[in-house]
């Protein structure tokens, strides 16, 4: 099955914690993408990757951070320095830079 | 600036009624439009997307309607099923052509 598998599902947070989501894709795109999602609102931008070891901040990287050592792989962590993580984050790809973006399931992030 | 919008936040139909979402943008030199569909938990899913050298596009079931002159945007659902209730987001591509920027959404019931 072709997609982009992101995990966990739910994810928990301590004060003063780093946490990492993952995405990986197998559609051999070349962008990637992370956006978060707050309960009746749209989807904003937090980083995105268009080729392997380059990335760009979005419109709210601040207390985010990304990596893109494999073309599969674009890992979002939350660090400590976001003081509002609690949100529905969801990781895309597409072919190209203004492409159509394919999504994966989510990972639903909350602080405990 | 760049920001698209959509112009009710629910829309509540009856099964096999049409359905017409509607999206206003506000930047006029956006070349490119995509709509998702967003069931509960889910990450969006593509349904049809339209360029600005087009005003009309249509795929199984779904239309897109595309109003350069007062940058509006519409998708309409043909004989609206119950499995169509979900929220659908427009977005357009941003100025740089690197990502997507999505409108806060509208919420599809559908009741039989």
């Known amino acids: 099955d072709g997609g982009i598998t992101q995990s966990p599902k739910y994810l928990f947070r301590k004060e003063g914690q780093n946490v990492t989501l993952s995405c990986e894709q197998n559609l051999n795109h070349d962008a990637m993408y992370w956006y978060r999602q707050d309960p009746g609102q749209g989807l904003r931008l937090i980083y995105y990757s268009q080729i392997v070891n380059d990335f760009q901040k979005g419109d709210i990287a601040e207390g985010y951070s990304v990596s893109r050592e494999k073309k599969e792989s674009f890992p979002l962590t939350v660090t400590s320095a976001q003081k509002n993580p609690t949100a529905f984050y969801l990781c895309?790809?597409?072919?190209?830079?203004?492409?159509?973006?394919?999504f994966g399931a989510g990972t639903r992030l909350s602080v405990l | 600036g760049e920001s698209v919008g959509l112009h009710l936040p629910t829309l509540s139909v009856q099964e096999g009624d049409n359905s017409i979402i509607n999206c206003a943008y506000s930047n006029s030199a956006s070349d490119y439009f995509i709509w998702y569909k967003q069931e509960s938990g889910k990450g969006p899913q593509f349904i049809i997307d339209?360029?600005?050298?087009?005003d009309k596009r249509q795929g199984q079931r779904v239309t897109v309607l595309l109003n350069k002159t007062v940058k509006h945007l519409s998708l309409q659902i043909a004989a609206t099923q119950p499995g169509d209730s979900a929220v659908y987001f427009c977005a357009e591509i941003n100025q740089a052509g690197t990502a997507l920027i999505f409108g806060k959404g509208t919420t599809l019931s559908v009741s039989s």
């Open positions: 895309a790809s597409s072919t190209g830079q203004g492409g159509i973006q394919y």
């Open positions: 339209i360029r600005s050298n087009m």
